[in-house]
């Protein structure tokens, strides 16, 4: 039987696997190959590590971490080599999440970390949970949500900066098989296919049909009748598969990262790269400066449009009054790929999506400034495209996995 393979394509970070695989190149814009010594990622199947959450997480962070805490490791750790530190994360690790100067563990035992990468420092890092165990873990800008081994989902906060880190459940407690963390909302599946939400709404990124804020998981009305398989949030744009496997969306479509047209600029491309119609707030750049948090008060987009959505809340979309462009879609809806090909599986990155189909095609589409669309050039999308990739090289998608500006898939041959 053919074995998986991982491929990884878009932003490089440092200190990062993506980085040590490839060339030195800033962007990857076709899908490479991963080293060998990541395969295990694939091959088992109850290990919850997200395999782009490894390759683009910092490994300085992480072995320290795994220090502090005497579980492997020499004091010489940066002279161990690649495929020793695989081995530790296989053998001491459940689940990977970072976030800028911050790093989430979970070890076998259920035990969350937090590790503050700016000084390696384990300080009030071990969360608080009672007697549960943690064995799912997403962060974004705001929150940090966890799930439980009962399936309760909750968020990971502190009162203040000097004290201890705390899971909270959710109220009314919520039994979930998936949670989901965007820059500044959260999505939940429940065990019985429903789909809430919370956090910042100022996109439609919550699916409520208003922009409003909603501070307690809230479920979805416009898809209550559908069960759903899986869900995936990007930075202000959310998805979910249903158990029929069609493709809902919704939220900001600024870089067509929802599969409709986009409103663009009137700037010439330079050096063949499409231009989109705003700078960039969730740059390599920007985020390196700290989490920020009122980037939607910033936000030209938002502030141009405000009154227009205070007034059309119940609108299932809102478009551009010249170009009839879609610019948020308040609601989820479904989005057809070329060939009413059906969907297995989702992933949102920042301000980009990747979708799985059940016949093992990939589809990418959105912004595409770091290759994370994976066609071999750093173009923005508005309308799903195949990755010619794997066809041309006989090969089956299987998953997909996006972070901020990076995607990765684990394929085999046909």
């Known amino acids: 039987m053919m074995e998986n393979e991982i491929y990884v394509w878009g932003y490089k970070r440092p200190n990062t696997m993506m980085t040590i695989a490839q ?21 088992k199947p109850k290990n919850n590590i997200k395999l782009n959450e490894f390759l683009v997480s910092d490994f300085n962070a992480i072995i320290s971490a795994l220090k502090l805490k005497d579980q492997i490791l020499s004091e010489h750790h940066h002279t161990c080599s690649d495929a020793a530190i695989c081995t530790c994360i296989r053998d001491c690790l459940n689940e990977i999440c970072q976030y800028e100067d911050q790093t989430y563990l979970i070890d076998n035992n259920g035990t969350c970390y937090v590790i503050d990468n700016s000084n390696d420092k384990l300080d009030n890092s071990i969360v ?75 996109r439609g990124q919550l699916g409520h049909g208003i922009t409003d804020r909603q501070l307690q998981p809230k479920l979805i009305e416009a898809i209550e009748a559908v069960s759903m398989a899986t869900i995936s949030c990007g930075g202000w744009h959310s998805a979910a598969v249903s158990d029929i496997h069609d493709l809902y969306i919704w939220g900001w479509n600024e870089s067509g990262q929802l599969g409709f047209k986009m409103k663009t600029s009137n700037r010439s491309n330079v050096k063949g790269h499409s231009t989109i119609s705003l700078e960039s707030h969730d740059s390599p750049h920007n985020l390196s400066q700290g989490k920020n948090k009122d980037i939607v008060k910033e936000d030209p987009l938002c502030s141009q449009s405000g009154d227009h959505l205070a007034s059309n809340t119940h609108e299932r979309h809102v478009r551009d009054m010249d170009k009839e462009c879609v610019l948020f879609h308040l609601v989820p809806e479904i989005l057809d790929l070329p060939g009413d090909r059906n969907v297995s599986e989702v ?68």
Do not use: M
């Not at 060998?36 to 091959?43: P, S, V």
């Open 23 to 43: 060339s030195n190149k800033r962007f990857v814009t076709l899908p490479q190959k991963s080293p060998a010594e990541i395969g295990f990622l694939t091959k």
């Open 128 to 202: 608080y949970t009672g007697k549960v165990k943690l064995n799912q873990l997403t962060t974004g800008d705001t929150f940090t949500i966890g799930l439980t081994e009962q399936c309760v989902a909750g968020c990971i906060d502190r009162d203040s900066p000097n004290a201890g880190y705390i899971f909270r459940p959710f109220t009314p407690s919520i039994i979930c098989k998936q949670v989901s963390c965007g820059k500044e909302h959260g999505l939940l599946l429940s065990t019985d296919g429903q789909v809430y939400s919370f956090g910042l709404g100022s």
């Open 347 to 414: 992933s949102c990155g920042s301000r980009h999506t990747a979708a799985v189909t059940d016949d093992g095609f990939l589809f990418t589409w959105g912004w595409g400034e770091y290759g994370q669309l994976g066609h071999g050039d750093r173009c923005t999308r508005d309308k799903p495209t195949q990755v010619q990739y794997f066809t041309d090289n006989n090969l089956i998608v299987t998953h997909v996995y996006c972070q901020n500006w990076n995607t990765v898939v684990s394929a085999k041959q046909r």
